[in-house]
């Protein structure tokens, strides 16, 4: 049978479910392939950032190896064109760090925009939208990317200027500020973590491409709601060893026949002591955004056996 509801409101041009018992599995396998396509589009972002902080890395440390005194000893002179090339480096970084992260953040709100319509194919049902999503919160956070940059780009200022006076204080010798000053950078995981402006960077990236998909596919699926009645949501986490334990008891207590299980889309979640209407809520505070990359998933009983 096929059930056509047709323009229940102005978002929404049409609304078709075909029922008869879609298997659940089919609609998790969709879900599954909609998540991992999104870890490679951050995992894409990623790679680029770092890449282009390994070639300031690069061109910092040319700069650095042409200033440096041949003698091995450091002269308070060298000490303005030291800060000259380090801030030359952090205006660089800012600038091409703030256009990645923009497109990065847009790219992610966009895949987000569609995920809601894309995951419900799964189910056999289909949505069509008549009006473009809303850029109003994707705007508001590029406002708020502005800052993140900047401290960033701040960090790294800081941290490099306390190397290069270590170095005018002789505690340090030429070479061991160079190899400290090209740490800050470093992009090669060859231990746990990278240096500490490239884990910076992408702990930005990787959270705030995960706001902006949430957010948009949140905006998505509010509009459903309206002309879905008794839609519910359940949260999905990635499922994989990176996921917090707040994240893990979160899927497992709204997932499709667990208790409580899905709850109606206006509900929000319970996670770790939080109240969260979606992943990325900020009202669940840092503990529970940071690099999050759960997902809130539409749900009905009628549309599966």
Same mark, same amino acid.
């Given at each position: ?189 060859? #231990?746990? =973590? /990278? *240096?500490?402006?490239?884990?910076? %960077?992408? &702990? @930005?990236? #990787?959270? =705030? /491409? *995960?706001?902006?998909?949430?957010? %948009?596919? &949140? @905006?998505?699926?509010? =509009? ?82």
């Amino acid at each position: 049978m096929v059930l056509v509801t047709k323009a229940l409101s102005p978002l929404l041009r049409e609304v078709v479910v075909e029922s008869g018992g879609v298997d659940f599995a089919v609609y998790e396998r969709r879900i599954i392939a909609l998540i991992a396509a999104q870890g490679r589009l951050e995992d894409a972002e990623v790679r680029a950032v770092l890449r282009m902080l390994a070639d300031l890395r690069r061109s910092l440390s040319e700069d650095l190896l042409a200033i440096t005194p041949r003698d091995k000893l450091w002269r308070v002179q060298h000490l303005g064109q030291l800060r000259a090339a380090v801030d030359r480096v952090a205006v660089e970084f800012a600038s091409r760090y703030g256009t990645a992260l923009t497109g990065a953040v847009n790219g992610a709100w966009e895949q987000g925009a569609v995920f809601p319509a894309a995951s419900l194919a799964g189910a056999r049902v289909e949505v069509v939208f008549t009006q473009e999503l809303s850029r109003v919160q994707i705007e508001v956070m590029a406002q708020m990317h502005t800052d993140l940059v900047r401290a960033v780009s701040n960090d790294f200022r800081l941290k490099v200027g306390r190397e290069l006076t270590l170095g005018i204080m002789g505690a340090k010798s030429p070479f061991q500020i160079m190899q400290d000053v090209g740490e800050l950078l470093r992009t090669e995981q060859l #231990r746990r =973590e /990278m *240096g500490t402006i490239a884990n910076q %960077a992408e &702990r @930005i990236v #990787r959270t =705030e /491409m *995960g706001q902006a998909y949430s957010v %948009a596919n &949140r @905006i998505r699926v509010e =509009e459903i709601a309206e002309d879905v009645p008794g839609l519910q949501h359940y949260w999905r986490s990635a499922r994989d060893g990176r996921v917090r334990a707040a994240h893990i008891t979160a899927d497992s207590r709204y997932a499709p026949g667990s208790r409580p299980g899905p709850i109606p889309v206006k509900e929000s979640f319970s996670v770790g002591g939080a109240q969260m209407r979606y992943p990325h809520d900020p009202s669940g505070g840092a503990a529970n955004t940071i690099q999050c990359r759960c997902l809130e998933i539409m749900y009905k009983k009628e549309w599966f056996k």
